[in-house]
């Protein structure tokens, strides 16, 4: 079984910053690509930022030069940097992994709970 934990949302003023984190835990033998989506009220989810294991990384246009995405690949964590924060940003965050808990299975993917991120002043 394999547990992601999103941690970092908040209340921040327009402006401000926040840290997100992702832990991944569990029967874990490699991830492949990890993201984060939000979604906002009355919206459907949408991808904010992915990275591969090697660390290429692609942004939603609206995040483009003001989050960046990382990782810890031995701590099988990844995070969200997320700069010039605006109230369109408030949304819950989701964490997205591709984990392969065996060479002998196919990956699959897990989601965390979500972390709640609100800009407002």
């Known amino acids: 079984q394999v547990q992601l934990v999103e941690s970092g949302g908040g209340l921040v003023q327009p402006g401000g910053s926040l840290r997100l984190s992702c832990a991944a835990s569990?029967?874990?033998?490699?991830?492949?690509?990890m993201d984060w989506y939000r979604q906002a009220p009355v919206k459907g989810r949408e991808l904010v930022a992915s990275?591969?294991?090697?660390?290429?990384?692609n942004y939603a246009d609206s995040v483009k030069g003001r989050f960046t995405i990382s990782r810890d690949n031995a701590k099988n964590t990844v995070y969200l940097q997320m700069n010039s924060l605006e109230p369109e940003d408030t949304a819950a965050y989701y964490c997205?992994?591709?984990?392969?808990?065996?060479?002998?299975?196919?990956?699959?993917?897990?989601w965390g709970q979500g972390t709640q991120v609100t800009v407002s002043s």
């Open positions: 990275i591969t294991s090697g660390g290429t990384t």
């Open positions: 569990g029967t874990i033998f490699s991830i492949n690509t």
């Open positions: 997205n992994a591709d984990v392969v808990v065996s060479t002998r299975l196919p990956s699959r993917y897990y």
